[in-house]
């Protein structure tokens, strides 16, 4: 029988007809012996292969039940018990009324009348307020899950929307997100453009600043930080207790023994909640770290998960109805008839210190150069200092002799190349320049990645041969493709992501080149990024292309020869295209 014990568990006890409750143990031991046939003390024999006795003995050990007596079961199993009820020939079973009240709200999530925040400034697609709906109701029972949206569905924006509902309802909530570090500006950006009245807390750099922000978080919403940083920082991090804890990319836990699995495991958080693309990379192991962090305990010990479902294979299908209530997971081919053809996305990429240090140098250099000039009547060299200043946001060793330094743009493009790679999608990517096309091939290289290269020296007929190659051919998942070289004329719609290295002055020019995939004949939703690096002139010519729409269409032709821009700007915005 299962009853409620008030308490965030169900109660759960056994009284068999003709079985002693010192047998219990006894006969479920020869059960998970796989026997047949048990011998009772009363002499007669109990079939285990009887549909009934089976499952109710695989509800056992799924269960995890020590006690025979009276064990007691977490409440987020009861949509497991529901399950194995209803399918499983159980009904003799009291307190199914009991499971099916609590699962019906996750069997009806589609239907919930749950309001969307009133200040999110975004307009969520149905798929999107599922999703937001789906935290609400984990967090109804106090449950954790797993947000497993194919990339490009908008995790993030859920997450928020779903942040922004809890301050709306309680403005006193503390919350935690960390990420890699290469997303934690792209969060921070999020949340300024969809929930601006959340504050948030940025928490990265050295250790001087980061005890400097530390002693400020409870005057922040939320606070965002790297899974590196927050190794450095454990030792605060572990006094604090958050309402709702967030990781993001949950795949860096995949790894049970891990200092980052360790270290977000150890924090203490009312509410957990994973983002990943791919909770399964190699192994169920890394779903059992996953879930051992959302939810400590429901998939079991480590060792009893590996004896239930790694080395029996027997339980795969129990382990599926152990997990699908906890883990959401939508694909673009799922939800297409909501998506625009194309999706675009700013991807903002903090500058390592090194590089930073070299491109800072440079600003202040030309900084000086322009003080002394009239920049008006010099846009030669004006366009040198702008493209120097872009090469260097891109990889210093292309324009540094000698630098052999990481580069943080191509770290990023190389993470996110491989996470699309892992979920089988074709990817071109589009850079300006050849030689940082040539950078991008080797490290692809060195990690065993193939690759296909077209730039202003490819003639024709390669060009066709290689298209066709790749739009045929399985294996070869990368097009390196030089912006000019390859930004018209080719069709290439086997590939479903397109990823522009380094922004162009003239959009039109990267949404020509966007558009090799995105065409007729492309049966899929094509994912646009664009690489940003973080407080450089690339983002302030992002921010220029915004505020100055019809100024950065007359901005630099190909052929130097419209001047539009350069006589439309001021000495400030000059200025502050190299701040």
Known sequence: SIRDSLDGYLNFSFNIDDINQNEYKDVFLAFKERKRFYKLKNGSFLDLEDSATKNLFELVENLNVSNFNSSKIHLSKALYINDMLKNKNLNFIEGQQLVNRICDDFDNIENLDLSIPK???????????????????LDHYKFGGILADEMGLGKTLQTISFLLYKKEKDANTKNLIVTPTSLIYNWKSEFENFAPDINVLLIHGNK????????????????????????????????????????DEAQNIKNPISLSTNAVKSINSKVRFALTGTPIENNLLELWSIFDFVMPGYLYSRNKFQDLFIYDEYNANNLRKLIRPFILRRTKSQVMTELPAKIENKFFVELNKDQRKVYSAYVEEIKEKINNKDMKTDKITMFSYLTKLRQLCLDPSILIEGYDKKSSKTEAALEIL???IEDNHKILLFSQFTSV??????????????????????????????????????????FLISLKAGGSGLNLTSADVVIHFDPWWNPAVENQASDRAHRFGQKNIVHVIKLIAKGTIEENIIKLQENK?????????????????LKSLSDKDIINLFS
């Not at 990645?449 to 007929?461: K, P, V, W």
């Open 119 to 137: 200040n999110l400034k975004a307009n969520l697609r149905d798929y999107q307020i599922s999703g937001l709906n789906y935290f609400k109701t």
């Open 418 to 420: 491989k996470d699309y």
């Open 208 to 247: 001087k600043e980061r005890e400097k922000l530390l002693k400020t978080i409870d005057e922040y919403d939320v606070v965002i930080t790297t899974y590196a940083t927050l190794r450095n920082d454990l030792d605060f991090y572990e006094t604090q207790v958050f309402d709702y804890f967030i990781i």
């Open 549 to 565: 729409d019809k100024l950065i269409n007359d901005f630099i032709n190909d052929d130097l020869s419209n001047s539009g821009l």
């Open 437 to 478: 096309l040539k950078n991008i091939g080797s490290e692809l290289s060195k990690n065993n990645i193939d690759y296909y290269y077209i730039d202003g020296q490819t003639d024709a007929l390669e060009r066709l041969n290689l298209v066709n190659k790749f739009n045929k051919g399985k294996d070869v998942k990368v």
